[in-house]
Each structure stands twice: as C-alpha cells, then as structure tokens.
Nanobody, 119 residues
Framework: QALLVESGGGLVQAGGSLRLYCTAS????????MGWYRQAPGNQRELVAT???????KYADSVKGRFTISRDSGENAVDLQMNNLKSEDKAVYYC?????????????WGQGTQVTVSS
C-alpha cells in the first residue's frame, strides 16, 4: 500500500497551469510538514515548496509568485498549484511528508509524478 499517493502531473504548454495532489495514508501519524520536491534528469532532487501543520509555507526562489502550496491537515493532503509554468519546471515531482514525535522522525516519499512543459 502506497503511503503517499500523488496525482495531477501531465503535459502543459509554457505559460499554462497544473495542480498536483498528494494524500497521505491514514496510517501515517504525527505529520509535521508536507511538501513537494522535484528532480530533473541529471539534477539532484530539490525543494519546491513545503508547508507545516501550522500553515507556514516555504518556496524555492525559482517558483515564488508562480506556485502555491496548500494543505488540508484534517485529511493529511497537500496540493501544489503551479501557474505560468516554464520549461525549466519540467521534472518528476515528489510528494514528501515529515513525521516527528517524541522519539521518532521519518521522511516519507511518494512515487513521483511527471510534469512536462512544452515550449
């Protein structure tokens, strides 16, 4: 059973929009933050945006003003609205959840969803 399930990737023209969705399994407890990372061919995985359970969001400089992350803490879900997409946004996008409690910390990753931007 996948613990983080992503959807919403696809092909879009430059300047277009996509929305990514990620839902965490109810088996995952104590999620402190959720977010999105991406990895383009030949590059390292990089942060796109994260949001804490308190609603504090952080963005990569390259996506500020274009991407918006939102979280439904009650449903353990996170969305990423991506507007004005550019060719450099093409990558596999991975959902991430960070779990932390008194004696335990763990990172969870989704399987990835492809975002392709055509010029």
């Amino acid at each position: 059973q996948a613990l983080l399930v992503e959807s919403g990737g696809g092909l879009v023209q430059a300047g277009g929009s996509l929305r990514l969705y990620c839902t965490a399994s109810s088996n995952i407890k104590y999620i402190k933050s959720m977010g999105w990372y991406r990895q383009a061919p030949g590059n390292q995985r990089e942060l796109v945006a994260t949001i804490t359970d308190g609603g504090s969001a952080k963005y990569a400089d390259s996506v500020k003003g274009r991407f918006t992350i939102s979280r439904d803490s009650g449903e353990n879900a996170v969305d990423l609205q991506m507007n004005n997409l550019k060719s450099e946004d093409k990558a596999v996008y991975y959902c991430h959840a960070w779990v932390s409690c008194v004696s335990y910390e763990h990172d969870y990753w989704g399987q990835g969803t492809q975002v392709t931007v055509s010029s």
